[in-house]
């Protein structure tokens, strides 16, 4: 293996150990499932820039298996693993597909947040329908519940990102 296929790996290891630890710094945590976490996000963001957007994909599915195996539960249905842990996380990746710029890093952080946010809402319109009170559209349910905490969340992840990846890219220089 060459040495910067090994470096990508163990910085891969390195971003996701580290978005681990910070997942358990719970900011606050909502009654069925979602919480607002201490900027977890970023690591798996860094990644992505640092790397590109297929490599940032692969860490966010390679952490949300970890989040699932080691984090809070709420479901253990199939398709809520496969949505809220696999393809939510891994969505968070696509920001590597965007220009290594202010602009870029926002841009690209945001559609990651929205297709997490995304993959969400049809999970809890799927698999938490029943938790929508009476008379409400599950999706119209879901898109709320979800974006309740996602947002603040997605806000926090971004500021972080914005205050320390300049930093970072110095310390690490950009590969791709």
């Known amino acids: 293996m060459d040495q ?3 470096r990508m790996l163990a910085e891969a290891g390195v971003a996701i150990a580290i978005a681990q630890v910070l997942s358990f710094i719970t900011i606050f945590h909502m009654p069925q499932g979602g919480s607002i976490k201490a900027a977890a996000l970023v690591p ?3 990644y992505a820039y640092r790397w590109g957007g297929a490599r940032g ?3 966010g599915v390679v952490y ?3 989040h699932f195996i080691l984090g ?3 479901s253990v249905h199939y398709l809520s693993i496969i949505l809220d842990y696999l393809v939510a996380y891994g969505a968070i990746g ?3 597909y965007f220009k290594d710029s202010i602009s870029g890093l926002i841009t690209g952080s945001i559609v990651g947040i929205i297709l997490r946010w995304i993959a969400t809402v049809v999970s809890g319109a799927v698999v938490f329908a029943s938790y929508a009170p009476q008379g409400q559209n599950p999706w119209i349910y879901s898109m709320i519940y979800n974006a309740s905490y996602m947002v603040p969340d997605g806000i926090l992840n971004i500021v972080v990102l914005l205050f320390i990846y ?3 890219k110095r310390g690490l220089g950009r590969r791709g």
Do not use: E, P, R
């Open 72 to 74: 809070f539960k709420s």
């Open 44 to 46: 798996l963001m860094i």
């Open 166 to 168: 300049q930093g970072v």
């Open 94 to 96: 696509v920001c590597g």
């Open 4 to 6: 910067s296929k090994t």
């Open 57 to 59: 994909i692969f860490a």
């Open 64 to 66: 949300g298996i970890l």
